[in-house]
């Protein structure tokens, strides 16, 4: 009875699981196939004396005989105990500190066992109030949203913080266990997506958890059970208290993970494409722009199928382009020469981004260069040809035209000219080069004959098309 009273009164305890230890015989895990590098983290923290174990996406992705994309460990050991441990390690991060232990390029999370505080400060504002969270090591925000989650605690803890059950599954290679506190192999089993504790409050605690959902979904093809689901689209709105940088992490780990249709369709399903990224919300809105779009997500997708690498410049270049070129459309309608109007387009559309989703300015500055190099290969002199194909940005920029003249946003005329172009000799890029000049010498002014002759036509609001005029 007194028990009773005293749950209550502390109010709603996230339920800790019973720890359950499953043995290789039903795992299956191959330790041989484990890199040599999340292996020796985790050895070193043992004959330290401290508990380690492999966690989170690569205990999953093994389970389900996936290639993990990359390995993280979970400890007793404080960052501090951590990091003299290994030569080359830092400590990272302030809402969620950790230390990442280097091996190369490769690098290795390790994050230590999060307790379920028993108290939480409350404090005025967000992340910004630098000054009410510096001494804070667990503080939320007046919604609930956590702003430090720095207390430490035992594994049963850890695991109930995680978020998914599939995603709390902890392995550890010298004793050849996958440790269970949530049920997590019976959903990996079923294929089902399950929030570990009470979904809405752990929608309140971290909102970017909407989008994991939609990612997981995407990227396992699982299920999402009920109760996960149900409280997702009343609680949408809380995305956009979180902050830009973060949501820009998410948004690639959404679209250039090699799940990018898939990742959108999810978005969709759960009502989590509006407001979430004006970029997408606006790109998929533009006459055009939903084809444009799907298009370039397609092409990411299968890049990274066929082992490729894929630039967050490009695919930030094609999600905001049909907001660009109808920007771009209008500034031009305006008077303004193309070139001018196109830097102007991108001013306008960048700026009004950054607010929402902070786009890198070296990123930034790449897709910027994309995009003013569209026109420029519309223009099709010898002089400016030559120049173009040193230009550091035009693999991506002819990329780029491919993509267009593939949803009716260039002339496909163009982009083949180009593929030929780059492969010709000295005299067959003359030959092109006469040939471009006969033809009308670039799209523009082909362009103007034929509208000169069909006066009627409204460009306006036509699907995105090549500038009327450049510089
Ligand atoms: P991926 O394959 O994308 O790496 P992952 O499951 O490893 O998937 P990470 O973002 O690398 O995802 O996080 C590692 C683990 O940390 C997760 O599996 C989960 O247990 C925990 N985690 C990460 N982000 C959150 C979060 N926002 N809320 C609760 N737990 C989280
Ligand atoms: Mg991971």
């Not at 190369?104 to 999370?109: F, Q, T």
């Not at 180009?418 to 010498?441: I, N, P, S, V």
Request: proline letters at 5%; glycine letters at 6%.
């Amino acid at each position: 009875m007194i028990r009773k009273l005293i749950t209550r009164l502390l109010g709603k305890q996230p339920a800790l699981g019973k720890r359950v230890e499953i043995p290789r015989a039903r795992h299956q895990i191959d330790a041989s196939r484990l890199p040599e590098s999340a292996l020796s983290v985790v050895r070193k923290l043992q004959q330290a004396g401290f508990e380690a174990y492999i966690v989170g996406g690569a205990v999953r992705d093994l389970l389900l005989g996936l290639k993990p994309k990359d390995f993280d460990v979970a400890t007793n050991a404080t960052p501090e105990e951590v990091k003299p441990l290994f030569r080359r390690a830092l400590l990272i991060g302030r809402r969620f500190r950790i230390v990442h232990v280097m091996f190369g390029r490769e690098v290795i999370e390790v994050s230590t066992f999060r307790a379920t505080p028993a108290e939480q400060a409350t404090v005025d504002g967000d992340e910004r109030n630098a000054r009410a969270l510096a001494d804070k090591h667990h503080a939320v925000d007046a919604s609930g949203r956590v702003l430090r989650d720095n207390v430490w605690g035992p594994q049963e803890q850890d695991a109930a913080r995680r978020d998914f059950t599939v995603n709390a599954l902890y392995y550890d290679p010298s004793r050849d266990v996958v440790v269970d506190y949530h049920h997590g192999l019976r959903d990996l089993k079923t294929r089902t997506l399950r929030m570990i504790g009470d979904p809405a409050q752990r929608y309140r605690e971290d909102p970017v958890r909407l989008l994991r959902v939609a990612r997981f979904a995407a990227k396992l093809g699982f299920a999402i059970a009920p109760s996960t689901r149900a409280p997702i689209a009343t609680h949408a709105e809380l995305l956009q208290g979180v902050p830009s940088a973060r949501l820009f992490d998410e948004t690639i780990k959404l679209l250039q993970t090699g799940h990018a249709l898939a990742s959108i369709e999810q978005l969709r399903a759960l009502g989590l494409h509006r407001g979430l990224l004006p970029l997408l919300d606006v790109a998929l809105e533009q006459p055009g722009g939903e084809a444009f779009v799907m298009a370039a997500l397609g092409d990411t997708d299968a890049r990274l199928a066929q082992g490729k690498t894929a630039s967050p410049s490009f695919l930030f270049a094609s999600l905001l382009w049909p907001q660009v070129a109808s920007h771009w459309r209008a500034a031009q309608a305006d008077g303004v020469p193309a070139i001018a109007a196109l830097d102007q387009a991108a001013d306008e559309v960048l700026g009004a981004q950054s607010a929402r989703l902070a786009i890198q300015r070296r990123i930034a500055g790449d897709m910027r260069e994309i995009w003013q190099l569209q026109p420029r290969l519309a223009r099709r002199t010898a002089r400016y040809c030559d120049a173009l194909l040193e230009h550091p940005r035009f693999r991506a920029a002819f990329d780029f035209l491919l993509l267009r003249a593939r949803t009716g946003d260039a002339e496909p005329e163009l982009a083949s000219w180009w593929q030929d172009y780059q492969q010709a000799d000295a005299d067959a890029r003359t030959a092109l080069l006469e040939r471009a000049a006969r033809d009308g010498g670039d799209d523009a002014a082909k362009r103007r004959r034929r509208r000169r002759r069909k006066p009627a036509r409204n460009d306006a609001a036509a699907a995105p098309a090549a500038p009327d005029t450049v510089d």
